[in-house]
């Protein structure tokens, strides 16, 4: 062989082999090792430990409530509660199964304290009502009892905030159409006024009737008493007598006792619920309470501190219903209907259909009336 061939011969093995060692030593040198994964598999361990889940609140199914009452159940004050209590009971807010109303009638002062630490004591109840003037026994008891939605209603009471509501029942846009009714009727320009006590709840309805009447009739004189009692039909008989010989032929009685205006044979008005049995010759209506509102409002405070953890947070200023929102409404003239004048009773109801309406805004006037 060509000595010079040989040469190129072994040069070209000898470059082959170095560059097929050079490949085998750029493999070996990074070798196809399982790569750590961006992502790691779900079975590694999280570096953040899993949040617990917090129970889900359970829907109330149940609603139970307990009350005392400021006289008896005869009482129209007391009766338009259970009425209106038994309508929302009836409707079931929130599909909740309402409970018959368990309630003490006419307790007051030391006792009426007792009765409901009684009533929260049992853990039964959720709500419990004080149908008057007891802020300063729910005032003792309230923190004692945080889980507990106390009420209470009217005048001589406070605001206490927290889980203690203070509701006002205020119909002086009924008392104003009644009042409209009584100024186009009088033949003396003399209304009566008879009432239980100087307050907000009766400044309220002799303020709207007088200004009921004057808007329709500006010579009306209103004469008012106060029988410093809130459920006496004796005396506020006594007080109409005395109206009625000073001229008076149209008396709202808001505190009863018609008698009077029967042996009078004028008309008289009655507050609260429809009394027109008590006198269906006398009473020509009534200004209907209802405090479906009131109630409604207070299971559904109590509904969103069960259901979403919302802490009670009651209003310091009174809460209360204006007659659109359903707190009350004139009752029918029944047999009396056909003695009233078309007119009359057209301008009564126009006059009805505006308050709703939101055209005729009636004032809720608390001052004391002077004549």
Same mark, same amino acid.
């Given at each position: 062989m060509d000595s010079k061939l040989f040469q190129r011969s072994f040069i070209m093995v000898i470059l082959c082999a170095m560059v097929l060692s050079a490949c085998g030593g750029a493999t070996s040198t990074n070798?196809?090792?399982a790569v750590e994964p961006t992502n790691p598999p779900v079975a590694v361990e999280p570096t953040t430990a899993p949040t617990e889940v917090a129970p889900a609140v359970e829907t109330p199914k149940e609603l139970n409530v307990a009350a005392i009452l400021s006289s008896t159940a005869d009482n129209p004050w007391d009766k338009s #509660?259970?009425? =209106?209590?038994?309508?929302?009971?009836? %409707? *079931?807010?929130?599909?909740l199964i309402i409970n018959d109303l368990d309630y003490s009638e006419g307790v007051w002062g030391d006792e009426a304290e007792v009765v409901l630490r009684e009533y929260a004591a049992t853990g039964k109840y959720d709500i419990i009502w004080a149908n008057s003037a007891?802020?300063?026994?729910?005032?003792?008891l309230k923190d004692e009892f945080p889980e507990i939605l106390w009420v209470v209603t009217g005048s001589g009471n406070e605001g206490m905030g927290g889980n203690a509501y203070f509701?006002?029942?205020h119909l002086h846009e009924v008392a104003y159409l009644m009042g409209r009714l009584?100024?186009?009727l009088t033949e003396t320009n003399v209304l009566g006024n008879v009432a239980g006590y100087p307050t907000d709840d009766t400044y309220d309805v002799i303020n709207g009737f007088i200004d009921g009447a004057k808007a329709v009739n500006p010579d009306i004189e209103a004469k008012v008493t #106060?029988?410093? =009692?809130?459920?006496?039909?004796?005396? %506020? *008989?006594?007080a109409a007598v005395a109206q009625i010989a000073a001229g008076a032929d149209q008396v709202y009685m808001n505190s009863y006792g018609f008698e009077p205006c029967v042996e009078a044979k004028i008309y008289c008005y009655a507050t609260y619920e429809d009394l027109n049995s008590l006198a269906p010759t006398a009473v020509l209506t009534s200004a209907i309470a209802y405090w479906d509102p009131h109630i409604n409002?207070?299971?559904d405070e109590w509904w969103k501190h069960k259901t979403e953890g919302t802490p009670y947070n009651a209003p310091i200023e009174p809460v209360w219903f204006n007659m659109a929102e359903g707190?009350?409404?004139?009752?029918?003239?029944?047999?009396?209907?056909s003695q009233v004048p078309q007119a009359v009773k057209d301008d009564v109801m126009q006059a009805r259909e505006d308050i709703l309406s939101g055209k005729l805004v009636v004032p809720l006037n608390l001052t004391p009336y002077a004549p």
């Open positions: 070798p196809p090792a #509660f259970l009425l =209106s209590f038994e309508r929302v009971q009836e %409707a *079931a807010p929130h599909g007891y802020s300063d026994q729910v005032k003792n509701l006002f029942l009584a100024g186009a #106060f029988i410093e =009692s809130w459920y006496d039909p004796a005396k %506020a *008989a006594d409002y207070a299971i707190t009350g409404d004139i009752a029918p003239f029944h047999d009396l209907d």
